[in-house]
């Protein structure tokens, strides 16, 4: 079974750092493609990076804050300049292919873990 399970979420002060982390299991390195995606109350679950071999994809409204990075099957997030409008729980996903992932076609999910930022 695929296993995908978070952790380095917290309350942060407007402007501060946070670090993601995500550790899968069963997932060959080599050959597919895990991400970061978040969701707020109320709100649609929305693509925040994905990367793969050769490949990464960040949505516009990090605007360069953000930095995804990956070592074989564990996955981080480096969340910096943190605004209010970034606090969601955060899941890492995984897919066969990043299209796949982006889409949020065929990609298993882990719990999530929270992020809040406040003014």
């Known amino acids: 079974r695929v296993q995908l399970v978070e952790s380095g979420g917290g309350s942060v002060q407007a402007g501060g750092s946070l670090r993601l982390s995500c550790t899968a299991s069963e997932i060959p390195y080599s050959r597919n493609c895990m991400g970061w995606f978040r969701q707020s109350p109320g709100k649609e679950r929305e693509g925040v990076a994905v990367t793969s071999v050769g490949v990464t994809r960040y949505a516009d409204s990090i605007k360069d804050r953000f930095t995804i990075s990956r070592d074989k099957n564990t996955l981080s997030l480096q969340m910096n300049s943190l605004e209010p409008e970034d606090t969601a729980i955060y899941y890492c996903?995984?897919?066969?292919?990043?299209?796949?992932?982006?889409?949020?076609?065929?990609?298993?999910w882990g719990q999530g873990t929270q992020v809040t930022v406040s003014s």
């Open positions: 996903a995984a897919a066969w292919s990043c299209s796949d992932l982006w889409h949020r076609r065929n990609t298993y």
